[in-house]
């Protein structure tokens, strides 16, 4: 006979919880090792039992998928999509296409909708029917004018954030499958009006690689120590070759004023799934814990309390 730390080992092995992925399955398998009977017979029932926790491991999960449009029917591509603040999430393809997969454990939570320029579309998870392709329509928002104070001071250029960095230290950030998600931010301190010049990210670079690679600049509001909410409604995409070790987004004319503290985040865009990047390397300091990560769109911010991020903005100020 086997004995029963034995099976629950080979269970365990096979990617089952058992004391999460079934009810009372400790007991259906005491009861049938404890029995007298042929061990072929216990093989045949640990089969059953692995094809039946194999039913509902899939059963407890569904895969939601579809087209985001605006109001007149063009799709948007790169649409943030996910739960808030947990780590369930993708973005839209160029196409407008997603596919997401969605844990039963947040069936009581809502999928949220996020774009640049558009108001949030919220559908509950219990409302999504997995066999139907979802069409999503986004509505523009109505944008208000930034308030711009004016002043005879002279505005002189100025760096913010970190421009230096440790030659031996970089945080590696692996892209998650092929069509992974990153996106790192640093908090910048604004003590007065700025208008915004460019916004600049050191990374490592790789001389010999001829490929690119794609990233979206956020602005975030901070809450609560972390980011937030979208400071600025601009949806500002940048290709750049993957030999580059700076990455500057020239904002000159953006007509960018910050008037308060915010985080700066460059969100990787995963547009060549066909030949996906595993890992990035981007250019870090000590001394200082002010920087974010996220790997999930939409998903839960977590603060790098090893060091900070080589971000910086020009600025006039």
Not at 16 to 40: A, G, I, S, W
Not at 107 to 114: A, E, I, W
Not at 173 to 192: H, S
Not at 228 to 250: A, H, V, Y
Request: glycine fraction near 6%; hydrophobic fraction near 40%.
């Amino acid at each position: 006979m086997l004995k029963h730390e034995y099976l629950e080992a080979y269970l365990l092995g096979s990617g089952f919880n058992c004391k999460e992925d079934t009810l009372n399955l400790t007991q259906t398998m005491t009861l049938y090792l404890n029995m007298k009977v042929p061990r072929m017979l216990n093989y045949i029932t640990l089969i059953f039992l692995l094809g039946t926790l194999s039913f509902q491991a899939k059963a407890q999960e569904k895969t939601i998928k579809g087209k985001v449009y605006d109001d007149h029917g063009n799709v948007l591509s790169w649409v943030n999509i996910g739960i808030r603040n947990m780590d369930v999430g993708t973005v839209s393809k160029e196409d407008g296409s997603f596919q997401l997969l969605i844990p039963d454990s947040l069936k009581d939570k809502s999928l949220t909708f996020s774009f640049v320029g558009f108001e949030e579309n919220v559908i509950p998870v219990k409302k999504l029917n997995p066999s139907m392709n979802m069409e999503v329509v986004l509505h523009e928002k109505t944008t208000e004018l930034q308030e711009v104070t004016i002043t005879n001071k002279e505005l002189k250029p100025k760096t913010l954030g970190t421009k230096l960095y440790a030659p031996l230290l970089w945080f590696n950030l692996t892209v998650r499958e092929q069509e992974g998600y990153l996106e790192p931010a640093k908090l910048i301190k604004i003590k007065e009006p700025a208008k915004l010049l460019n916004a600049n990210i050191r990374v490592a670079g790789n001389k010999k690689s001829k490929d690119s690679i794609t990233f979206r600049l956020n602005i975030y509001k901070i809450e609560d120590g972390l980011p937030e909410d979208r400071l600025i409604e601009k949806n500002i995409i940048k290709t750049f070759p993957l030999s580059t070790k700076l990455l500057t987004f020239d904002l000159k004319d953006e007509d960018i004023i910050l008037n308060e503290d915010c985080a700066i985040a460059f969100e990787y865009i995963p547009k060549n799934t066909e030949n996906p990047i595993p890992l990035y390397s981007f250019r870090a300091v000590l001394g200082s814990t002010d920087a974010f990560i996220r790997s999930f769109s939409t998903g839960k911010w977590y603060p790098i309390d090893t060091g900070s991020l080589s971000l910086f903005l020009e600025v006039l100020q």
